[in-house]
């Protein structure tokens, strides 16, 4: 059925055309009402993803962009649909992710989730590091990710698609229709939905995205954006596998989940109102903000180990309010923003999260002055306040420009976390380079973070071996030494060669901490051939860990646990065939994974995919 879709669109693909739909030089757009791109934006230096360059890849979620884009390594979970944990300058960690300039959570977590935001209603992921993201989220430990709505501005009907196709019956769909109703006023509706039946068994997943709303051009210094956005996301927490009860431990039949039965259904409805004012006619100053109102439904079906009243299923409800200003200031010499959020909680209590009815008021600043030429030095600072006490982060970073293309920096930050859940103070230092030339692109970092009384949990067993809570067991200094390097070079023949490197080292009391590999390496080679509109880009891509035991991750506990058990071996993802190509207006991406089918995972033990194929399309109507 796939492939007869795919032929059809493929006959048809003469329909198609090309390229933005909010550029003001194309026939099809709004010339007298141009949107404020600025909308959504926490001011970053570069974007690392924008819409355009979606298409190209066998992306089924934002993260593998941001990691395939960027020297960041994400740690997955072995099932499409979790959000997996990221590599936080040595500390492991969900993402600290923002929507448009203000926090986003699925609720009641911690945190958010990259599946809150399909990737046909992404117009630019913005990353902020070190001090500017600590900064900007109270949240973030030196890592956030901004995103942005997409921008549509169509004088006629626009619409675009995608379907994803993948390993262990994974089927997905995403459509996104847009049309301006007034010259001043684009209506958009876009969904997505994907099923998942996972490798093992309770590692299905089901999501769905609804999302529509209006971009009010009020003014060409005053833009509004209203939207909804309804998801459900339904995930098996099957807890990764047990090696005491499989009979073998990577295969498919005889190896046993830790959760045979734990799920857990999300029903959050969110709706934002966001709008940018441009003081001056230059954006010398740009005051921007709005607000967000999250209402969540959460359905937990428990095995009967972890259920303390009889009760197997729990249904509970969270709602959040999020609202927030800030000011941006621009000169030749300097560049201010300072802003305030506001935070309203009202969570019931459940097994993922305590009752909370927090208020968190918080104040931000971020100042850029030019020293000279060359030297540009960042001032950076955050005060959150908390039920108890007070939350507080500061950081400066200093850089300096060789030439329009090379850059140098120095980044020194502190947090106070205030509550201590994680650890109670750290310091974090980032040196790095960057060259981002056409022919030469290079992003190096090495890194030393210090945390003060960093938390260690260990799990709760009964007496068969099932989990059934989480308890800290001790509080200690760690330290974190580390490097992570991205290297894109011309090599034989017209092709590229990428590599990719992630060191991480911890140490307490003079012992080290295996909770990561030492390294994590990914090499790839590309060739990119082109004629006329029409490319083909093919590529192998390895990738190399070195031995570690890892964190364990609990699916109903905010932070990793550690893992005492033997370490594993040296481990490869089994090696990757790809291959992208651009027909007309039309893109398709098949990629073979794990074609070795080897035993792998980068979370114990949350085994990736053994071999598979994973295939992307991507159409646009009246572009």
């Known amino acids: 059925m796939e492939i007869c879709i795919l032929l059809y669109f493929f006959i048809f693909s003469n329909l198609f055309s090309q390229s933005d739909t909010s550029s003001t030089t194309k026939n099809d757009t709004i010339i007298y009402h141009t949107p404020i791109r600025l909308l959504g934006t926490f001011y970053p230096e570069r974007d690392v993803y924008t819409k355009h360059i979606l298409p190209f890849g066998d992306n089924v979620s934002a993260f593998e962009i941001i990691e395939r884009a960027s020297e960041q390594k994400f740690l997955t979970l072995g099932a499409i649909g979790n959000t997996p944990f990221t590599i936080e300058y040595g500390f492991v960690s969900r ?16 945190a958010s989730s990259f599946e809150f935001f399909p990737l046909l209603a992404i117009e630019n992921i913005e990353i902020f590091k070190g ?11 030196g890592l956030l990710f901004n995103f942005t709505s997409r921008i549509l501005n169509t004088k006629y009907p626009y619409t675009q698609i995608w379907i994803g196709q993948a390993g262990y019956e994974y089927l997905g769909s995403s459509g ?46 005053l833009n509004f954006l209203f939207q909804n956005q309804y998801t459900i996301v339904n995930n098996g927490l099957y807890g990764g596998l047990n090696p005491e009860k ?23 409805n969110d709706f934002s109102i966001n709008y940018t004012y441009l003081a001056s006619p230059d954006t010398a100053i740009v005051i921007s903000g709005g607000c967000l109102f999250s209402y969540a439904k959460n359905d937990i079906d428990l095995d009967k180990f972890l259920s303390k009243n009889g009760e197997e299923t729990e249904k509970t409800e969270a709602k959040m309010v999020s609202v927030d200003t800030k000011v941006r200031i621009k ?67 200093l850089g300096y420009s060789l030439d329009s293309a090379t850059e140098f920096y120095a980044d020194l930050s502190y947090k106070a976390t205030g509550n201590g859940e994680l650890y109670k103070n750290c310091f974090l230092a980032i040196f790095g380079n960057e060259i981002l030339k056409a022919d030469f692109r290079l992003t190096a970092e090495v890194f030393a973070r210090f945390a003060r009384d960093y938390s260690i949990y260990n799990i709760i067993p009964d007496s068969a071996g099932n989990i059934v809570g989480v308890s800290k067991i001790y509080s200690q200094n760690i330290n974190f030494l580390g490097t992570n390097v991205s290297v894109s070079i011309p ?44 490319s083909l880009d093919i590529g192998l891509e390895f990738e190399l860990l070195s031995q570690f035991k890892g964190l364990y991750i609990v699916p109903f506990f905010g932070y990793p646990v550690e893992y005492n058990k033997e370490r594993t071996s040296w481990q490869t993802n089994g090696l990757n065939l790809f291959a992208s190509a651009k027909l007309g207006n039309a893109y398709l991406n ?22 598979s194929i994973r295939i992307t399309v991507f159409w646009s109507f009246n572009d």
């Open 131 to 141: 001090s500017e993201a600590i900064a900007r989220s109270g949240n973030s430990n």
């Open 590 to 611: 098949l990629s073979v994974r794990n074609i070795l089918s080897t035993n792998f995972y980068y979370l114990p033990i949350y085994p990736e995919y053994d071999r």
């Open 246 to 268: 499989s009979i073998s431990l990577f295969d498919n039949t005889f190896s046993v989940p830790n959760f045979e039965k734990l799920n857990r259904i999300v029903r959050q």
């Open 331 to 397: 000169s030749h010499k300097f560049d201010f923003l300072f802003g305030t959020e506001i935070q309203k909680n009202w969570f019931e209590k459940n097994l993922l999260a305590e009752k909370n009815d927090d208020f968190i008021p918080s104040l931000f600043a971020i100042t850029k002055t030019i020293l000279g030429s060359k030297l540009r030095l960042t001032l950076a600072g955050r005060v959150d306040k908390l039920p108890e006490t007070f939350g507080f982060s500061a950081g400066s970073k």
């Open 176 to 221: 996104l229709f847009s049309q301006n109703i007034f010259p001043n006023l684009n209506f958009f509706l876009l969904y997505q939905r994907y099923w998942s039946a996972g490798r093992y068994t309770n590692s299905n997943a089901d999501r769905w995205n609804l999302l529509g709303g209006v971009r009010w051009y009020f003014k060409n210094n």
């Open 491 to 534: 090599f034989l023949l017209g092709s590229r060669f990428y590599t990719k490197a992630n060191i991480n080292y911890a140490t307490a009391n003079g012992k080290s901490k295996e909770w990561l590999p030492l390294l994590v390496s990914k090499n790839g080679i590309s060739y990119k051939y082109t004629r006329g509109a029409s």
């Open 95 to 110: 993402p600290s992710i923002y929507s448009n300039g203000r926090i986003h959570r699925q609720l009641p977590d911690q």
